[in-house]
């Protein structure tokens, strides 16, 4: 016993180790176990349908049964999993999956009592992918202050049909189903409008519409941004016009709106006892302003009607038209009114009348008026006899600064009509002084005026012509307020040395009332003058310019315009240095160098007068430098020179000039080196023997900017060497002298010539020739006075016409 004991207890400990080590261990089936799946059935976008068979003939209890999945192969327990709730048998599992169009993997399993878990075949199936919208809005349209539109297509691909769709809208960004405010347009695919309505003015909304599939998924369009319109003045003017001719149940009534904002209805309103409102009997006619005209139906025959035009705004704001009247036809009969408008108005009396056409019977008719609107027979009234046609009556016994309603009004077997009301306004008792003119300088003056008195004044200001007595309807004028008082007033639009007329104003209810006409004349314009500022500064590409202005001071545009041909404009190259006058300073850049630029200052006047200054030039730098070559084989009347060019030069001319004094330039000699080479040299002809020459190499730019080399100096050879022979045999009246010369040139007059002063020269003072030709000559000098002191030069004049003098010799004669 003892042994089998422990036996016993041994197998026990083996059993617990072996369950132990063997839990959730993947186990095959045994032969005599059915462990098996079917392909999935009902696959969905998000679930689908399992069937299985599990039944198991082993010596173990099984615990656990049921299918385990994933979306990877071979799934076990420790992935998703159901379970199920019978022993063995068949089974079927419905599963719900988290994502469309997917791939998912099962196997169907059961535990024993021992922890092995034994997993059968494996299937695959993949999700129906799931319904995609395709959901597109347009932009808002018909936007009003509370209103708006938005059409949208919806379109879808897939599996699922589109059970609800519509638009959600709100103040935020991407309003969801379920916010402040939604509108559902039915199911399915298509186009659709949605009328927002209810909105706030001058706001912003953001909208999009939205599809939720059959399974719950719901999906937005693009979002739309919309601002509604700001709250604008509904301030439209309607005008009811006299009805022509009803028949006994229709009428036709005409009317037209003027005025700002949006109407959003219009129409005729009609009753048969005054004042119609759209809360009676209407016919609409459409919306916003212009002509209409509404067909009134289903009227009463021989009925006094009432009838006035109407109009809504977005907001719902109701503006009626002035009212009329119409009877319906009965019997043939017939009655049209039209209205005339008051004339020859004064503080107590005006002239009113009106036309009364149609057929029948008129026993009486006459105008009634008041202080109040529509008034009737009631009130007060004047008969004009009976029967139809043209009438005026005078109504008298008015009140200053009122304002009188007046209607027509017949009486005929039918009772009393009425026709159109029409008002007028008695004159205010206002008094308008009309203010000096002052700051005159045109364009502009100062004006204004004061008005007392009886009335309200609803704006005022002045008005002005250049005739006399301007009014509002043909002048020029100003608004400046309201109300009685002073006001000052800017007057615009002057010209000069033109005489102006200018009275002050003032409207009332009674009309307009004008001040004293003042006189006044604009100044004689002051022409611009304007110099020009030599160019400074001058760079290759830039120079600074300039101008001063004086005269005139109304000067809105001044600076320098330039151009590379004379009489450069401002549709030219130009700098703006501001305005006024005075003087100024501008930069000229963008130039070329190497060129010759032509500029003048210029000013434009308040009129568009454009001044110009006196016309200057200027050269830019060139992009290249010269240097003078010294002057070589010399001579008495010729030299060698010429220059050396560093850098880029586009010439037209290079060469050498000269002069005897230093600087010289193209404006005195010059010689034109022809040859197109850097370095080039010239020959210096027609010089002068002993004469020190200063030269300077030039190049002429093709854009005529002549650029100068360095300054040299050189002396030419001498002409001819003149020695003067000392004075002898003196007198009271004469002297024996002469000459020596030599010379390489031709001597074609020799002499000498004497004065009283120092340095005698030919053809100013005394002189005696004595030939030609070189050498010693003798002369006899006669005619001279006593007790004199003389200077006397020998002196010879060579081929090119060059005098030469000789040293001076100083001699008095004998007294």
Do not use: H
């Not at 399915?188 to 003015?201: I, T, Y």
């Amino acid at each position: 016993m003892k042994k089998t004991g422990i036996a016993i207890w041994l197998m026990l400990i083996i059993s617990l180790v072996f369950l132990q080590g063997c839990d959730n261990n993947e186990v095959g089936p045994k032969s005599q176990d059915v462990v098996k799946v079917y392909p999935a059935a009902e696959i969905g976008t998000f679930s689908a349908s399992v069937s299985v068979t599990i039944t198991t003939k082993g010596i173990f209890t099984v615990i656990e049964k049921g299918i385990c999945w994933d979306t990877n192969s071979k799934p076990d327990v420790n992935d998703k999993k159901v379970i199920a709730t019978a022993t063995t048998g068949d089974f079927k599992f419905t599963l719900t999956l988290p994502e469309d169009n997917k791939d998912y993997y099962v196997r169907p399993y059961f535990k024993d009592d021992f922890g092995n878990v034994i997993y059968g075949n494996e299937i695959t199936f993949k999700t129906l992918k799931d319904l995609t919208l395709s959901i597109v809005s347009q932009a808002p349209t018909d936007i009003t202050e509370i209103t708006a539109t938005i059409a949208t297509s919806i379109s879808s691909t897939g599996v699922g049909t589109i059970a609800s769709r519509g638009l959600v809208w709100g103040e935020t960004e991407n309003p969801v189903v379920g916010g402040s405010f939604q509108q559902e347009t039915g199911s399915g695919p298509g186009d659709f409008s949605v009328d927002l309505k209810q909105l706030s003015p001058n706001r912003k909304y953001y909208a999009r519409a939205y599809g939720t599939s059959n399974t719950g998924k719901t999906s937005y369009g693009n979002t739309v941004a919309f601002s509604t319109l700001p709250i604008q003045p509904f301030t439209v003017t309607l005008v009811t016009k006299d009805v022509p001719g009803a028949s006994s149940t229709t009428a036709n009534v005409s009317a037209s709106i003027t005025g700002t904002g949006n109407v959003a209805d219009r129409g005729v309103c009609v009753n048969k006892t005054g004042n119609p409102t759209i809360l009676d009997n209407k016919a609409s006619a459409g919306k916003g302003t212009g002509e209409f005209t509404a067909s009134l139906t289903g009227l009463t025959q021989g009925t006094i009607y009432y009838a006035r035009a109407y109009a809504t705004s977005n907001l719902g704001q109701t503006v009626y038209g002035n009212q009329v009247m119409f009877v319906t036809a009965l019997g043939g009969a017939s009655f049209s009114f039209s209205t005339k408008a008051v004339t020859n108005i004064t503080n107590t009396t005006a002239v009113a009348g009106a036309d009364l056409q149609g057929n029948g019977v008129v026993a009486m008719k006459g105008i009634c008026w008041g202080t109040s609107t529509l008034p009737t027979v009631a009130n007060n009234k004047i008969e004009a006899g009976a029967g139809f046609g043209s009438y005026n009556v005078t109504l008298t016994g008015l009140t200053t600064s009122t304002k009188y309603y007046v209607r027509p009004y017949a009486v005929s077997s039918g009772g009393t009509i009425y026709g159109t009301e029409v008002s007028f306004n008695t004159p205010d008792q206002l008094t308008v002084i009309t203010s000096a003119v002052t700051s005159i300088n045109p364009p502009g003056a100062v004006s204004g005026g004061s008005i007392t008195g009886t009335g309200t004044v609803t704006s005022r200001g002045v008005v002005w012509g250049a005739t006399s007595n301007p009014t509002m309807e043909n002048n020029s004028r100003t608004i400046d307020g309201s109300g009685q008082g002073s006001f000052t007033s800017s007057i615009g639009g002057l010209t000069w040395n033109r005489t102006y007329y200018v009275r002050a104003y003032a409207v009332s209810a009674g009309g307009v009332t004008y001040g004293n006409q003042v006189t006044f004349t604009t100044p004689v314009f002051v022409a611009t003058s304007l110099t020009t500022t030599a160019a400074s500064s001058i760079t290759k590409t830039s120079a600074t310019a300039g101008g001063s202005v004086t005269g005139s001071t109304l000067i809105t545009s001044r600076g320098v315009c330039w151009s590379t041909s004379s009489a450069p404009t401002t549709s030219n190259s130009k700098t703006i240095d501001g305005s006024g006058s005075g003087s100024f300073t501008s930069a000229i850049t963008g130039l070329t160098p190497g060129t010759l630029y032509y500029f003048r200052a210029y000013a434009i006047d308040v009129n568009g007068t454009t001044t110009y200054g006196p016309l200057l030039t200027f050269s830019t730098q060139a992009d290249f430098t010269l240097t003078t070559t010294a002057a070589t084989f010399i001579t008495a009347t010729s030299a060698v020179a010429g220059g050396t060019i560093t850098g880029t030069a586009n010439l037209q001319e290079r060469g050498v000039c000269w002069s005897t004094s230093p600087n010289p330039s193209t404006g005195n000699s010059r010689i034109n080196a022809s040859a197109p080479t850097v370095t080039y040299t010239a020959q210096l002809n027609g010089l002068l023997g002993g004469t020190t020459y200063y030269i300077r190499a030039y190049a002429i730019t093709t854009g005529g900017t002549t650029v100068y080399g360095n300054e040299l100096s050189f002396t030419t050879t001498a002409a001819a060497v003149v020695t003067t022979t000392t004075p002898t045999s003196i007198t009271i009246s004469s002297a024996l002298t002469g000459g020596t010369i030599s010379s390489t040139q031709t001597i074609t007059q020799r002499g000498v010539v004497w004065g009283t002063a120092p340095n005698p020269v030919k053809g100013v003072q005394a002189s005696l020739n004595s030939g030609s030709g070189t050498g010693t000559f003798t002369l006899n000098v006669t005619g001279l006075s006593a007790n004199v002191t003389y200077y006397i030069r020998a002196y010879a004049v060579t081929s090119t016409g060059q005098t030469v003098y000789g040293d001076q010799k100083v001699f008095t004669t004998l007294p």
